[in-house]
């Protein structure tokens, strides 16, 4: 395509996610339309009868048997979001599947480490669910306000933001059938005023009754024959249909710099209403729709005749079709010479209600992604009644390729028209040529995490099939986005890979539960040791300064204030890369020395927590540079001209006297007459590091190819250690991994493996690939109620139980318990939390409590111990142990038990 002439008020996609029937993602769903599939289905009798349809002699309609619908609209991961099953089974199935849309949209757009994202959402009438919990739930535990969150659909966007940290404005939109792209357009809006970085848009709209079919009544908006058929001679109405559908944007400029993957541009957008220019409150307006597309033409700054697709709102309807195509003709001059064509995804999935724009929006961008149009389909003739000879529209049933003229962007328009008037016009643009990267093949890095482990195995096995689908794609974009545009989770497993090939190897070895591994809830201890100066060390430096640009500009910023006299440590580098031999063993000394201490800070730079540090010999100056006893710049001088005036520093992080087994904590010195005395080159620490690792889960990261540390520690009496109580990594090479850039990946890998949280992002050094589009978490979910029942001799949401009334009588007898009070404490806490079993150590905020929930509990607990505990005693002593202890300290009276009569 050629350049663009952008405003700079343009709106880039960079995400998505849909649930709609026949189709749980968007690669599903663009494959099903792709290849002309209806996603509607025609029930049997028997199919009928089990839905308790039966047709009544009496009624004269004519009953429609087909269902639109998506699949599994009641799999929710709870524990994933922090709900219990408990308030899940009471949650609107719509709150539960955009909370998980949204997540998979802020994934695929790889930014879930964003905050400043705002959100733009609306969903359909909550009321069947809100009355169906009020027949059917039993919901004593949760207070009003509590369920209220949970059920209404005016908190969907704003408990979605509480829920995934989203820190810009949250808005619920509607506008009836133009909901979601209303959504979209105030979204643009949002961006362009600097609201926020990224926003998330979209609509919901689930059908939660009991459905078997539909009566068809003429004159109504409902198809006589089961199907849409937008534009067509033999349309007769719409299906219903369900459904969720998000997009991520991000302001275009921002977009290509941050290098995101953007599916499509928004160019520009409008919206208006028709007030009173049309028949009924329910009718469509010529005018209307024609101004409100002009005007989104304005916006974008083009012509009408560059655009060369419409997705309509293409409802199938005997007056909506005609109408809205003689607005389009208008809006597009009435230009006969310019052709364009038109469809709609009604024909395909039905009518979504307020998720229909999102979707018809998503279609248009994946078929500017992938330059074709879906056929229309269900269309055979034109509608007679349509003016398709005044203007530039037609129909193809066909998989359509789309082609540029003239090397100009390709362009498409999507139309949403709401029952009530408001209407919404979208102008999008496909996305700027991307850079071909020519980079040589190298080792990736691939992460994979997930709260549990069945979820990590089960996204192993969607990934290895993802890979296995694509052909055209970066693996240098893979890792990257694996890195930095997912969530990190405790269960983890890493790949090093150079190719394809070799990644889809790696990942059939993964599939086997044991590669999986669950990092420690509590963080490790990190020792950092540097051994003495020896060939392998400095071959490694060398060749990781030659290959790694992020550790070469470092070091070349360590290097410059040098005063280094007649010794030319650059040229001694480049004559050691070149030959292999290290020549002038003085600068040897000085290069190591620089190189660990420029690594180590790396690693801090990179997120990595260094609470010790140690080593022996040369590698002693080291460790005390980096735990910022001694500075560089003097240790060099002492090395290269004996001198013996060596400045102290009180320790920032806590070094090992490897020699004297001695720890000097942080802020202390450690005496001066130390540092001036030939360094001792074998470790005589056994007190100082038995006591790291035997009261901490250790990591020994020894920056060398030796383990010299790791082989102490083994020569060590056992009883020292609990069992897998340390991890040894060092810069060894591997049969695979013998670069030194691929050894510090392999460090890092290994580092993370354990439990580190790294800042991939800086490990690039404002040099990364861009980010693509990769499958999307694996949901661990469980089936909940989602299908409304206003019947109220139905108990379908929890097993009833024969009715009891309880009169409580007061009997003075001695105190006698049950339950102590700990044990009602915990439980209350396991009954809120949704957990088997809570550390009775742990702070109740610190373990997936919120506000509303820990007032809850403090009202569960007064009830259960009649207590008068404060709300502040609470909040200060919210463990079970602390509870515990404060509540007994409050109780002064004796318990009383109470006698149950069941009658």
Known sequence: MAANDNTGLEIAIIGMSCHVPGANDWRTFWNNISKGQESVYTLSEEELLARGYIKKETDTNLHIPVLAEIGNKGSFDAAFFGFTPYEAALMSPVHRLFLQSAWEALEDAGCLAESAISIYVGGGDDTPWKAHVALNGDSSKLDNLT???????????????????????????????????????????????????????????????????????????????????????????????????????KQLEKAIEDKDHIYAVIKGS???NDGNRKVGYTAPSVEGEMECIRLAHKMAGISPDSVSYVEAHGTGTTLGDPIEVEALNM???????????????KNNIGHTDTAAGVVGLIKTALSLKYRQIPGTINYNDPNPKINFNEGPFYVKKELHKWE?????????????????GTNVHLVLEEAPQKNKNTTEETSQLFLFSAKSKNSLQ????????????????????????????KKQFAYRAAINAKNKEELARQLALLNNEEKTNKTDEKKKTIVVFFPHINDSDIRFYSNLYQENSGFRSKMDQNIAPLELGAYD?????????????????????????????????????YGIRIQYTAGVGTGEYTAACVSGILQIKEVIEMMLYDENELSQQPAQIAFVQAAKDIVIKEGTLTPVKYWVKDRNIEINAPLSFTDIVQYNSSVLLEMSASTKLAQFLDTLPTENFEEKSR??????????????????????????????????????????????SLPVYEFEKSDYPHVVNLTAESFTFFNQK????????????????????????????????????????????????????????????KNELQVELSLMDFMEHSSVRELTETIEAIASKQYQEVKTITI
């Open 727 to 772: 991890i040894s990594i060092s810069l060894a090479p591997t049969d695979q991994i013998v670069t030194a850039d691929d050894i510090l990946k392999n460090t890092l890998k290994n580092l993370w493996l354990s439990g580190e949280n790294i800042d991939w992002e800086k490990t690039y050094h404002d040099n990364h690939p861009a980010k693509t």
């Open 458 to 485: 089960n996204y192993l096995l969607k990934f290895k099939q993802f890979l296995k689908n694509e052909k055209d794609i970066a693996l240098e974009e893979v890792a990257y986005t694996l890195q930095t545009g």
């Open 331 to 345: 809006a597009f001059e009435n230009n006969t010479e310019q052709n364009c064509l038109l469809g709609s995804v």
């Open 270 to 272: 409008a919206a208006n």
């Open 147 to 249: 369920l209220d969150f949970i059920t209404n659909k005016d908190h969907l966007p704003t408990l979605t933001s509480h829920k995934l940290n989203l820190q810009g404005p949250s808005f619920s939109i509607n506008t009836a059938c133009s909901t979601s792209l209303s959504a979209v357009h105030l979204a643009c809006r949002g961006l362009l005023f600097g609201e926020a970085k990224i926003a998330l848009a979209g609509g919901v709209s689930l059908m939660l009754e009991p459905r078997s079919g539909y009566e068809y009544k003429e004159g109504f908006i409902y198809s006589k024959d089961g199907h849409c058929r937008a534009f067509d001679k033999e349309a007769s109405g719409t299906i219903g249909s369900e459904g969720v559908g998000i997009v991520v944007l």
């Open 569 to 605: 440590l650059k040229k001694w580098m480049k004559e050691t890369a070149a030959t292999g031999k290290s020549g002038d063993k003085t600068l040897a000394k000085v290069f190591v020395l620089l190189s660990g201490y420029t690594l180590a800070n790396l690693w801090k730079e």
């Open 404 to 420: 540029a003229v003239n090397n100009a962007p390709l362009r498409a328009g999507v139309s949403s028209f709401g029952i009530g």
């Open 802 to 861: 024969e009715e009891k009334i309880e009169v409580a009588l007061k009997v003075n007898i001695p105190q006698k318990k049950k339950e102590t009070t700990s044990e009602i404490v915990h439980s209350v806490f396991v009954e809120f939390l949704g957990e088997d079993k809570v550390d009775p150590d742990k702070d109740l905020f610190e373990i997936g409590c919120d506000s509303l929930k820990g007032m809850l509990i403090l009202n569960k607990i």
